[in-house]
Each structure stands twice: as structure tokens, then as C-alpha cells.
């Protein structure tokens, strides 16, 4: 199970790599990170098809927000699905992210147990 | 007085009420003036000191005249009277005046009585008065009572209008104050909402590093019992004691630090919040009640009557009901806080909390929402920076100093407005103005 985190603060890297350890440890897990929308779309051209299978993206990021990457990825590898993280839990961006096909929004600070529990619900 | 002085007399006294009378070159009264000629009129506005002001008073006469239609009069000379020494001269003329303003005839009966001095080889008019006649039974004395009523009468509306024209002004002035206070009020909470936004995310980390940090040493602790115990083990397991109490410590201020920076941006995000019809009654029951609960709930509990005069004539208020129980909760908060440090301050021991709740509504359809308590009030001092965004008198970890700041907020997000008075050791009351729609 492949999974593509795409924030654009470096240390989210060795957040979910320590929240997520014994998952990793165990090989039911592999974690993929990107710092920035266009990176993640590289990412995941390297393979084809590609081996991520879930995203879990930021909103707001320099360049190419989540937003964008959310509607580019639906229209490119549909068959991913995507979730977004963000700070500003606003309706607004609710809306936005759920209407155009992504299947959770998870507000900052992270909820890592809802978030545990989405990827368990994956891997089983 | 010889004919020829009396000659020259009358050519001036003519001059002097014909410069009056008709458009004459105002220059003309040079000649026939005193420089401190006095002149008065009826009332005690009308007078008039030296030539400059003669002359201003005559132009004025002059514009006037302008607008005047079939301008003419008769001057009928009835009184002369000289000093003995025929070097002054009292001189009485009754004039009508008649002239049509706006299709409206007016016939004007006017008395000037005008004084001449006999200097420097000439005659100089000194002092005039001119008066219109009032006709009265009483005769003249009645006449200067009547007018001094009038001037009184006059005077107290002088110092009626002064009076509502100073309050006035004093209410401009305190409007003022208010609106480069909301104004300072609106600018920091921006700045505010703005700051809350950059420090949110290194926050997380924070949190989600010293937490995840915590979940290892338990880990590790688990490991170290696995091992053959012994003074080593013992230390590292002392020594693992000693770091978690420290992570504890970072994971709990950044959670303080956390909710001040969620609190702000509480600020920017009261906007969005829509106004529906709502039952402020119900709305005040059901969250004073939480507010209480909460308090007798924590560890700093105290005996508070709680008071409710709720007016049910008000109707539905426009609110938004998750950032108006906000205020409900933050008021109620605040004076439980305050009744609180003043039951351990005081040294009566009949004090006895009371928090009452008022609601009334105005002629204006102005919804009127009163929170007092009896507690330690505000001293007069501070009252201005307590709506301010982290002003705060709780020491400590208590307070974020933005309790009140985000209910001023939400206040004025719902067109109304708060104020507080308050008197040292007798009580505060926050008063609320809502428009009903």
C-alpha cells in the first residue's frame, strides 16, 4: 500500500514516518512525500501505471495548491483517491475539495488516530 | 442759541438722520460723528460702539433696503432741548417708515433720541436710542418690565438650547472615542487573525512532535524493564521519567498556545456566521445554565444565585447562535471570575454571589441584553482596554485576553454594540444593544 503526502513543510516528512513507524516497519505501509503539487504530479508519472494509491495533500502550498492538484489528479489518475489536510476548515474550501471528488477533509492540527483509522480501512 | 448756531445744528442733525435713512456714501458720517459715539436700541443686543460699527449698521440697513418696495417715511421733529450752555443738544424725532417686503405692507413707527456735544468748532452727534412704541395701558414703566420678561424669557431658551447643544456635543465626542476604539479594535484583530494563521502550523508541530516523543519513551521504558535491572537501567528509567515530564510540559503550553492562536482566529472567521431569527430567551436559559454548570463542574466552583429577568414581549432576535452563546458563555464566565476573586478577597462573610440577567426592548425596537454581577467590578482605569485583544487581569494561565475582545467582535458582526459600567467592589454590568432584525 503506497501512499503520496504532499506538504510543503519539510517536517510533515518525518511526522508520518514516526506516527506511522511500526505500519512501515511491517511493510503494510510505504510512504511517499512531496514537497510542493508539481512534485507530487511527478511523482506519480515516474511509474505507469502508478503505484500510489492514496494522497493525502495540503491545501495551501506555493505554486499549485491542493485545490488544483486534487482536480488535476482526478482528471489524469482517477482512479486514486485523494484526501485533503488543511488548516483553514472553513465551508468554503469544504465545498470546494468534497465537490471535486475528494473523499476526506481533515482539518490541522492532524487527528492522527481519524487518520490511522482511514489508512487501516485501506490496507485491510 | 443764536439762529446761525441753530442753523449749524440742524444741517448736522439732518445730515445724521438722512445718512440713515437713504443710501448716503457711508464716508459721510466722518463729519457728523463722534469717534466713541454710543447708540442703543430696545433690546440689550442692539448696541452700538464707535463710528465703525455706526457705519456697519448702516450698511446693513442699506442691503436691507434692497429687497424693500415702495421704501418711504416722514421724520417729524418733537422734542429740542439744549444745555444751558448751548453745547449739548437733545434731539427727538418720531418717524414712520413704511415699505412693502414679499407683497407685505409695513408701516414702522420708530422714536430716536439723539444727543449732540457742540466740540473741536462743530456739532458731533454723541449718543442715539431708537425705540418702536409699545402701546400698553401701564404706560412706560410696565413697558421695561415687559421688556426685561422678554429678555429673560429670551435667555432662559439661550441657556436651554446651550445646555442640549453641549450634550450634544458631549455625545459626539463620546461616539468619537467609540468609533477610533472599534476602529483600533477591527485593525488588531486583522493583524491578529493574521499572526494566529502563521503561528498555527510550527504550533502543530509542536504538539505532534513532543506527543509522538512521549509515545516513545513509553516505548523505550517498556524496553529498559525488559533488560536485567540493575543502577544503570535504574537511571535511564529516572532519567526517562524526567524527559516526559518535560515533553508533558512542552505538549501543554503549546496546547495553551494552540487555543489563544484557535481564539484568534476566531476574529476573521465571526464573518461568515449568518443572523437567523432566533429566541434570545431560550437561548440565554439554556447557555447561562451550561455556563454555570461548567463552573460548578471545575475546580474553582462557588455558590452563585442566578437572577433572570427575562422580558418574553422581545420576540425573535437575527442572531447567529454558535457566536452569540459564545458571548453568553464569555460574559457569564467572566462574572463568575469576577464574584469568584471577590468571595476570597472580601473579608464579609455575608457575601453572597448574584449574577442577574436582564432583557427589555426599547421603542426602537432595540433589544436590550444586561449580564451584571456583584463581584470585584472594574476599576475605572481599565475599562477602556478591556475589550482589546489580550488585555487580560488574570494572571497566568487563566485568561487569553481575548474573551472579551472576540465578544466585542461578535457584537458588532450583529449590528449592535456592548458598553460596561461598573463600580469597584459593588458590581459590573455588560450591556448589550441588539437590533431586532
Given at each position: 500500500m503506497?501512499?503520496?503526502?504532499?506538504d510543503?513543510e519539510?517536517d510533515?516528512?518525518?511526522?508520518?514516518?514516526?506516527?506511522?513507524?511500526?505500519?512501515?516497519?511491517s511493510?503494510?505501509?510505504?510512504?511517499?512525500?512531496a514537497?510542493s503539487?508539481?512534485e507530487?504530479?511527478?511523482v506519480l508519472?515516474?511509474?505507469?501505471?502508478?503505484?500510489?494509491?492514496?494522497?493525502?495533500?495540503?491545501?495551501n502550498?506555493p505554486?499549485?495548491t491542493?485545490?488544483e492538484?486534487?482536480?488535476?489528479v482526478?482528471?489524469?489518475?482517477?482512479q486514486?483517491?485523494i484526501s485533503?489536510?488543511s488548516?483553514?476548515?472553513?465551508a468554503?474550501n469544504?465545498?470546494?475539495?468534497?465537490?471535486s471528488?475528494?473523499?476526506?477533509?481533515f482539518?490541522?492540527?492532524?487527528?492522527?488516530?481519524?487518520?490511522?483509522?482511514?489508512?487501516n480501512?485501506?490496507?485491510? | 442759541?443764536?439762529?446761525?448756531?441753530?442753523k449749524?445744528?440742524?444741517?448736522?442733525?439732518?445730515s445724521?438722520?438722512n445718512s440713515?435713512m437713504e443710501?448716503s456714501?457711508?464716508e459721510?458720517f466722518?463729519d457728523l460723528?463722534?469717534?466713541?459715539?454710543m447708540g442703543?436700541g430696545?433690546?440689550?443686543?442692539?448696541?452700538?460702539?464707535?463710528?465703525?460699527?455706526?457705519?456697519?449698521?448702516c450698511s446693513?440697513?442699506?442691503?436691507?433696503?434692497?429687497?424693500?418696495?415702495?421704501y418711504?417715511?416722514?421724520?417729524?421733529?418733537v422734542?429740542k432741548q439744549y444745555?444751558?450752555?448751548?453745547r449739548?443738544?437733545v434731539?427727538?424725532?418720531?418717524?414712520?417708515?413704511?415699505y412693502t417686503?414679499?407683497?407685505?405692507?409695513?408701516v414702522?413707527?420708530l422714536?430716536?433720541?439723539?444727543?449732540?456735544?457742540h466740540?473741536?468748532?462743530k456739532?458731533e452727534?454723541?449718543?442715539?436710542?431708537g425705540?418702536v412704541?409699545?402701546?400698553t395701558?401701564e404706560?412706560?414703566?410696565?413697558?421695561?418690565?415687559?421688556?426685561?420678561?422678554?429678555?429673560?424669557?429670551l435667555q432662559?431658551k439661550?441657556?436651554e438650547q446651550?445646555?442640549e447643544?453641549?450634550?450634544?456635543?458631549?455625545?459626539l465626542?463620546a461616539?468619537?472615542?467609540?468609533l477610533?476604539?472599534?476602529?483600533?479594535?477591527?485593525s488588531?484583530g486583522q493583524l491578529a487573525?493574521?499572526?494566529?494563521?502563521?503561528?498555527?502550523?510550527p504550533?502543530?508541530?509542536?504538539?505532534n512532535?513532543?506527543?509522538?516523543?512521549l509515545?516513545y519513551?513509553?516505548?523505550?521504558?517498556?524496553?529498559?524493564?525488559?533488560?536485567?535491572?540493575?543502577d544503570?537501567?535504574k537511571d535511564?528509567d529516572e532519567?526517562?521519567?524526567?524527559?516526559?515530564?518535560n515533553l508533558?510540559k512542552?505538549?501543554?503550553?503549546g496546547?495553551?498556545a494552540?487555543?489563544?492562536?484557535k481564539s484568534m482566529?476566531?476574529?476573521?472567521?465571526?464573518g461568515?456566521?449568518?443572523?437567523?431569527p432566533t429566541?434570545l430567551?431560550?437561548?440565554?436559559?439554556e447557555?447561562?445554565?451550561l455556563?454555570?454548570?461548567g463552573?460548578?463542574a471545575s475546580?474553582s466552583?462557588?455558590?452563585?444565585?442566578i437572577?433572570?429577568?427575562?422580558?418574553?414581549?422581545?420576540?425573535e432576535?437575527?442572531?447567529?447562535?454558535?457566536?452569540?452563546?459564545r458571548?453568553?458563555l464569555?460574559?457569564c464566565?467572566n462574572?463568575?471570575?469576577?464574584m469568584r476573586?471577590k468571595?476570597l478577597?472580601?473579608?464579609?462573610?455575608e457575601?453572597?454571589?448574584?449574577l442577574s440577567i436582564?432583557t427589555?426592548?426599547?421603542?426602537t425596537?432595540?433589544v436590550?441584553?444586561?449580564?451584571?454581577?456583584?463581584?470585584l467590578g472594574?476599576?475605572?482605569?481599565?475599562k477602556?482596554?478591556?475589550f482589546?485583544?489580550?488585555?487580560t487581569?488574570?494572571r497566568?494561565?487563566?485568561?487569553t485576553?481575548?474573551?472579551l475582545?472576540i465578544?466585542h467582535?461578535?457584537?458588532?458582526?450583529?449590528n449592535?454594540?456592548?458598553e460596561?459600567?461598573?463600580?469597584e467592589?459593588?458590581f459590573t454590568c455588560?450591556?448589550?444593544?441588539?437590533?431586532?432584525k
Open positions: 503506497k501512499i503520496l503526502v504532499v510543503d519539510k510533515v516528512e518525518i511526522l508520518f514516518r514516526q506516527k506511522f513507524r511500526k505500519e512501515i516497519k511493510g503494510s505501509l510505504e510512504l511517499v512525500f514537497f503539487g508539481q507530487a504530479l511527478e508519472e515516474k511509474s505507469n501505471p502508478p503505484e500510489v494509491m492514496y494522497i493525502f495533500s495540503d491545501i502550498m505554486g499549485m491542493g485545490l492538484l486534487l482536480d488535476k482526478k482528471a489524469r489518475f482517477p486514486i483517491k485533503m489536510i488548516a483553514y476548515g472553513d468554503e469544504y465545498n470546494k475539495a468534497i465537490n471528488g475528494a473523499k476526506e477533509f482539518t490541522k492540527p492532524i487527528d492522527f488516530n481519524s487518520l490511522k483509522a482511514e489508512i480501512s485501506l490496507i485491510e | 442759541m443764536n439762529k446761525h448756531e441753530e449749524d445744528l440742524m444741517g448736522i442733525y439732518n445724521w438722520m440713515f443710501d456714501p457711508l459721510q466722518d460723528v463722534s469717534t466713541d459715539i442703543y430696545t433690546t440689550s443686543e442692539e448696541k452700538i460702539f464707535g463710528l465703525d460699527k455706526v457705519k456697519e449698521l446693513l440697513g442699506q442691503e436691507q433696503r434692497k429687497n424693500f418696495k415702495d418711504n417715511y416722514n421724520i417729524d421733529i422734542k444745555s444751558k450752555n448751548n449739548c443738544a434731539i427727538v424725532a418720531e418717524i414712520d417708515l413704511r417686503f414679499n407683497t407685505t405692507k409695513t414702522l413707527q422714536r430716536i433720541s439723539t444727543v449732540l456735544f466740540q473741536n468748532n456739532w452727534i454723541v449718543h442715539w436710542h425705540s412704541p409699545v402701546e395701558i404706560g412706560d414703566t410696565w413697558h421695561a418690565q415687559e421688556w426685561k420678561r422678554e429678555n429673560e424669557r432662559e439661550v441657556d446651550t445646555l447643544l453641549r450634550q450634544s456635543l458631549d455625545d465626542k461616539t468619537q472615542s467609540r477610533i476604539q472599534s476602529e483600533k479594535l477591527a488588531l487573525a493574521g499572526i494566529a494563521h502563521e503561528i498555527k502550523n504550533m502543530n508541530f509542536i504538539n512532535f513532543s506527543e509522538l516523543s509515545e519513551i513509553d516505548e523505550i521504558k517498556e524496553e529498559v524493564a525488559n533488560l536485567d535491572q540493575n544503570t537501567t535511564i532519567l526517562l521519567d524526567d524527559v516526559a515530564e508533558k512542552v505538549h501543554h503550553h496546547t495553551r494552540d487555543n489563544i492562536v482566529l476566531m476574529h476573521s472567521r465571526g461568515t456566521g449568518k443572523l437567523e429566541d430567551n431560550t437561548l440565554i436559559r447557555y447561562v445554565n455556563a454555570f454548570h463552573m460548578r475546580k466552583a462557588i455558590n452563585v444565585s437572577d433572570l429577568n427575562l422580558d418574553e414581549t422581545i420576540g432576535v437575527s442572531l447567529n447562535i454558535e457566536n452569540f452563546s458571548v453568553i464569555n460574559l464566565k462574572a463568575f471570575d469576577a476573586s468571595s478577597s472580601t473579608e464579609n462573610e457575601y453572597q454571589p448574584v436582564r427589555s426592548k426599547d421603542k425596537q432595540v436590550h441584553l444586561e449580564i451584571e454581577d456583584n463581584g472594574v476599576p475605572e482605569a481599565i477602556e482596554k478591556l482589546q485583544p489580550f488585555f487581569t488574570k497566568g494561565t487563566e485568561g485576553g481575548l474573551g475582545s465578544t467582535d461578535i457584537i458588532s458582526k450583529h449592535g454594540s456592548i460596561v459600567s461598573s463600580e467592589n459593588q455588560f450591556h448589550i444593544y441588539l437590533p431586532q
